[in-house]
């Protein structure tokens, strides 16, 4: 079984641009979440989808918005880019959503340079 | 909220040797997972070893084992016989069934010396 996929692996953008990551969970999966990964905050939770329903969100702004599609593939998009946004996006996808001991795979990232 | 702290930011070890590393917990339920993800420089998250809050045995997974203290809400992975592979920075992870999240520690470099 291919694992989770994300794309593009590395991004560079401006200030004020937007930009879509791209994330394919494996394949029997439904549930796809994101996590923003930097080395200040560390690892923090920015929404789960599960059957295109979000059912989870942090706290980020709104500029911060996502979307799983019917083949479970999620798309997680950040608009008028700030310098803080730049990370290491990670996502991960599990068979079933709300499930304690439910195992994340783990995708390679996306890492995005805003200058 | 659920917090981890992992008050290690780098641990070494030498080659076959032990290493513990540390994490506590804060929370306030009773039903949740702890789980030891593992990150090396390709950057892919990967399971190591999960424990269930309501079993008392701790998790093993070959040289992988946690010492899980619930009421001291502390849970500490030892890697025995440590090899270079096993050079990664490694996440400790909190997740209840109520929340879509899992809360994450803020990792400890684990280097291994040949």
């Known amino acids: 079984k291919a694992g989770v996929t994300q794309t593009p692996r590395y991004l560079i953008k401006t200030r004020g641009q937007q930009v879509t990551l791209s994330c394919s969970p494996i394949s029997g999966h439904r549930s796809v979440s994101w996590y923003q990964q930097t080395p200040g905050q560390g690892l923090q939770f920015l929404f789960e989808y599960f059957s295109e329903t979000q059912r989870n969100k942090g706290n980020f702004p709104g500029r911060f918005s996502g979307r799983q599609f019917s083949n479970s593939r999620s798309e997680m998009n950040v608009s008028t880019l700030e310098l803080g946004d730049s990370a290491l996006y990670l996502c991960a996808s599990s068979l079933v959503a709300g499930a304690a001991n439910e195992k994340l795979f783990f995708g390679s990232g996306t890492q995005l340079s805003v200058l | 909220a659920q917090t981890v702290t992992q008050s290690q930011p780098e641990m070494s070890v030498q080659e076959a040797e032990t290493v513990t590393l540390s994490c506590t917990y804060d929370t306030s339920e009773s039903d949740y997972y702890l789980f030891w993800y593992k990150q090396p420089p390709s950057r892919q998250m990967i399971l190591v070893i999960r424990q269930e809050a309501y079993k008392q045995q701790n998790a093993t997974e070959n040289r992988f084992s946690v010492n899980f203290q619930k009421a001291a809400k502390s849970f500490s992975l030892k890697i025995s016989d440590s090899q270079l592979g096993d050079a990664a920075m490694y996440f400790c992870?909190?997740?209840?069934?109520?929340?879509?999240?899992?809360?994450f520690g803020d990792g400890t470099t684990l280097t291994v010396k040949p």
């Open positions: 992870a909190y997740r209840n069934t109520n929340a879509g999240k899992s809360t």
